[in-house]
């Protein structure tokens, strides 16, 4: 990441605003906002890929790992945007991963300039790649701070996005289509 040209373009806002970057309050925050790139943004340093997973009698189980938290950009209006990730899988060849793989998974993808759609569509495949599955869903919810601030202002408002890839029951996905 390259920090000098993140302060550059923030000097820049500021005066595009009508700021004056010599106020005490705003000296520092061009650096102050690339060291928050850094952090925010460091998706685009994880590969995205999730371990191949492990050995494990699963049965027949289906496999559901609810409120997963993520906070993410915007790639539109560079506003963030948060909510909760649920991912159901079925397991097949006895392919597992384990829980925290999954919220690494959402991080390594939130971290990014993002869309919900592409989201959510990044983890269903970053799944199927490791895994295999006999079939994945990838529910989103989310608040749109690009739609909360500006345009209609739309404060309460929930997205709800799903994928699906492969197969799963089907009285499972009209459950979880129900219950999201």
């Known amino acids: 990441m390259d920090k000098a040209k993140i ?38 340093a994880e590969t995205g890929k999730l371990s191949a997973g492990f050995p494990e009698d699963a049965g027949n189980n289906v496999v559901l790992i609810k409120d997963i938290a993520f906070y993410s950009m915007c790639e539109h209006h560079f506003l963030p945007f948060f909510g909760k990730v649920h991912i159901l899988y079925v397991p097949q060849n006895n392919r597992m991963a384990g829980f925290s793989s999954m919220a690494k998974i959402v991080d390594a993808f939130s971290r990014r300039l993002q869309i919900q759609e592409r989201l959510g569509a990044q983890i269903a495949d970053a799944i199927v790649d490791a895994l295999a599955p006999e079939g994945v869903m990838v529910t989103i919810e989310a608040t749109q701070l690009c739609a909360s601030m500006r345009g209609r202002h739309k404060k309460e408002m929930t997205t709800i996005t799903q994928v699906v890839r492969g197969k799963l029951p089907a009285e499972r996905i009209q459950h979880l289509r129900n219950n999201f």
């Open 7 to 44: 302060m550059e373009g923030v000097r820049l806002i500021l005066e595009g605003i009508g700021e004056n970057l010599a106020r005490e309050g705003l000296q520092k925050t061009p650096d102050r906002v690339a060291e928050m790139c850094e952090e925010i943004f460091g998706g685009y």
